[in-house]
């Protein structure tokens, strides 16, 4: 069964509302795998190639109400990117290389930890949605 190429042709506000949905679900396998642990893991790595660079611990709770806030931004301004409304434009191009950054960045987590970091599962799910909000911001301009 052939999938109508309707499904790919989304909006802006569409594959925004997209990005957030894929960002909620990249912050849920990160609580469930704990990556606020993983932080003194991970930038105790950045600190034996950086001397200096800061080590960082983050209690469960807050990295939640962290990830929470990001999660009712995004959604809370989707109806503004939906709407064409320019300075919710701004944001969704921003939210979009932010998001694809966050991507690519536990991607790398897998190729310098040689394995599975929190958030590598979702982590394509940004980097797709995020590349595919900017063509669609860019097409609509």
């Known amino acids: 069964m052939a999938v109508p190429s309707s499904v790919f042709r989304g909006s802006a506000g569409e594959r ?13 396998e990160e609580m469930k795998a704990g990556l ?4 003194w893991t991970a930038t105790g790595r950045f600190q034996s190639w950086l001397p200096g660079f800061p080590r960082m611990r983050m209690e469960a709770g807050t990295f939640g109400v962290i990830n929470m806030g990001i999660i009712a931004f995004l959604l809370g301004i ?29 991607l790398a987590g897998v190729v310098v930890f040689r394995g599975y970091v929190p958030g590598a599962a979702t982590a394509p799910l940004l980097v797709a949605a ?3 909000l900017l063509a669609a911001l860019r097409r609509e301009a």
Do not use: C, K, M, T
């Open 130 to 132: 995020g590349v595919w």
């Open 36 to 39: 606020y642990d993983f932080f």
């Open 16 to 28: 925004f509302w997209l990005l957030g949905l894929a960002q909620a679900a990249h912050s849920i």
């Open 78 to 106: 989707a109806p503004f990117v939906a709407a064409g409304r320019p300075w919710a434009l701004a944001v969704a191009r921003v939210a979009a290389v932010v998001e694809i950054a966050n991507g690519i960045g536990h």
